[in-house]
């Protein structure tokens, strides 16, 4: 049996003042730094190894893998970091607060941003600071490639090359992957590994830092996904996420 176990980052500084995040690259807060451990350890304690990780370039992913690999002792694993896991680009939204700007547009309109397969927010402008091609990190990466907004489908289209060229066939060599990235990058993997149709994948919402496993067979079908940790409080805690664009 072979298995990929999806994180979601713990809270960001962002997450906790419920501003749009996207790409903006805002650290952890000190209860998400705590979150990482709790996932580290319960992954720990219900006997999870891995052989390779993957996470994206922003550092709340990235640091939650660390809290994560420490509590596994498994700082040692190689781990690959790449742009095509970050999280949706949230254009012109990023650093507007979700409830002040469902107060403005509506709360229907949020949720079209939010959690709509095909409908991107404005985007970015071209001599924007924010625009990633000012970016060095993103240097290596063809302009035309990076985002001055996106909808969940072109993320996922972001996502899936690396995801069925590099991640996925990792596999055939690994027992066992984690991958820490983001609320809606992982709402796209998600989407792609279990064929949620367009129009159901509004209704997913994934709480931060909790463990999301896939296990595949020898011939790396899916045959079961589940959530580790206890699912009254999950499902509490998804709801919370969806919540987060309500008007105050
Ligand atoms: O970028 C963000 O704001 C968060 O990572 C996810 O936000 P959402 O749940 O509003 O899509």
């Known amino acids: 049996m072979k298995r990929i176990v999806l994180l979601r980052h713990g809270q960001s500084t962002w997450n906790k003042e419920n501003r749009f995040t996207g790409w903006t690259d805002v650290d952890l807060t000190q209860e998400g730094v705590a979150e990482a451990v709790r996932a580290g350890e319960l992954l720990r304690d219900e006997g ?6 993957y996470t994206s370039y922003l550092k709340r992913a990235v640091k939650t893998l660390d809290c994560v690999l420490d509590k596994l002792d498994e700082a040692w694993i190689p781990v690959e970091k790449s742009w095509r896991l970050n999280e949706k680009h949230y254009g012109m939204l990023q650093g507007l607060n979700k409830s002040e700007t469902a107060e403005k547009y509506g709360e229907e309109q949020v949720h079209v941003w939010r959690r709509s397969y095909d409908v991107a927010p404005d985007p970015l402008p071209e001599d924007d600071p924010r625009n990633p091609r000012f970016d060095v990190r993103y240097a290596c990466v063809p302009d ?3 985002p001055r907004t996106e909808s969940l489908e ?3 289209a972001r996502i899936l090359p690396y995801w069925h060229c590099v ?6 060599r690994y027992d066992s992957l984690l991958v820490v990235a983001h609320g809606n990058s992982l709402r796209g993997v998600i ?6 149709p367009d129009d159901r994948i509004a209704a ?6 909790v463990p999301y496993v896939f296990e595949f067979d020898d011939a790396l ?5 589940y959530y580790l940790g206890d699912p009254e409080e999950i499902r509490r805690r998804a709801e919370a996420v969806a919540r987060q664009g309500s008007a105050r």
């Open 221 to 225: 079908r899916l045959v079961r996904d």
């Open 48 to 53: 999870f190894t891995f052989g390779k990780a």
């Open 144 to 146: 035309a490639e990076l």
């Open 204 to 209: 997913l919402n994934l709480p931060t830092a």
């Open 167 to 172: 991640v996925f066939p990792s596999l055939m």
């Open 154 to 156: 072109q993320t996922i």
């Open 191 to 196: 989407k792609h590994l279990k064929g949620i």
